[in-house]
């Protein structure tokens, strides 16, 4: 976790995903900052973000404690004794339409991740069946039809990937597709975690509610404390003192009580 943010921040000022200014996010907030994922669009930052996504895909929880890391080659099958995790789940799931993307783009670096390094002839890994699936925002009325695409979700255990969390409303919304499909969602990832309340009502983090009402850990490879940090260390081009000042405004505002 700590690996995949810290290969991924630095990368942040090379590009123009975070911007400053007044923007209306999905739950309605006025918030001085925004997080454009989709920017991150170069081969060289696509692979950085999948890169940091398949760190903790392939750490726990998103694979059993050291103890029983091992899959079917043990450390003393084979010629080198690093342990290759193996997954508990089946598939990532991505919501449209951000998500999308990321599900299929993820898994060869699961595989990078985990090769047998002792056996280099082949590429045998623990997450060679694990597969992605996403969902249509408008179900295709012909050929195959349905709104999802990919691997069929039913009594497959679900990771889902997205990128920003704010008030848990979209992963709520991605939760309720998979299941409305036969599926079990066992886990989230996102890429940032803005480490907002879900609500007036309701001061918990969106993250912790979501992770507590599904009973599945919910993982994020940055949180907004670290682009706070970015900025205040003047890592963040056109982000000063002002910009800084309205982040920590909102933070007293939103930021959860958990
Ligand atoms: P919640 O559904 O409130 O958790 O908001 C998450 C969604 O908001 C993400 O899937 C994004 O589409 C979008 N979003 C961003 O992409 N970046 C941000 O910085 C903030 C939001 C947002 O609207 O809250």
């Keep these: 976790m700590t ?6 921040l630095p990368l942040l000022p090379t590009t123009s995903a975070l911007t400053f200014g007044t923007y209306t996010l999905k739950s309605g907030r006025q918030s001085p900052y925004f997080f454009n ?3 991150l669009y170069t081969a060289s930052l696509h692979h950085a973000v999948c890169s940091a996504y398949a760190s903790v895909l392939t750490s726990p929880p998103f694979t059993p404690k050291p103890q029983s890391l091992y899959s079917s080659s043990t450390p003393s099958e084979s010629s ?3 342990p290759i995790p193996v997954p508990t789940y089946d598939v990532l799931f991505g919501p449209a339409y951000k998500g999308i993307v990321l599900s299929g783009s993820i898994l060869p670096f699961l595989l990078l991740q985990t090769q047998d390094t002792g056996n280099p002839t082949t590429t045998v890994s623990p997450f060679n069946s ?3 699936a996403y969902n249509r925002k408008e179900p295709k009325p012909h050929g195959e039809g ?3 695409v990919g691997c069929p979700v039913k009594n497959k255990r679900v990771v889902i990937v ?5 008030a848990g409303t979209a992963i709520r919304e991605a939760v ?4 409305a499909e036969g599926g079990i969602v066992v886990g989230v990832v996102v890429l940032l975690d803005r480490q907002e309340r879900v609500s007036e009502e309701e001061p918990r983090s969106a993250l912790g509610v979501a992770s507590e009402e599904l009973g599945v850990p919910v993982k994020a490879v940055i949180r907004f404390e670290d682009l706070i940090g970015a900025v205040e260390e003047g890592r963040i081009p056109g982000a000063g003192e002002k910009e800084l000042r309205r982040m920590k405004e909102y933070r007293e505002k ?3 009580r958990d």
Excluded: E, P, W
């Design 3 to 8: 690996d995949a943010k810290h290969s991924l």
């Design 37 to 39: 994922s989709s920017l």
């Design 80 to 82: 080198n004794s690093t």
């Design 130 to 132: 694990i597969s992605y």
């Design 146 to 148: 349905g709104s999802l």
């Design 162 to 166: 997205d990128d920003v969390i704010t």
């Design 176 to 179: 309720n597709l998979i299941r």
């Design 254 to 256: 939103y930021r959860s």
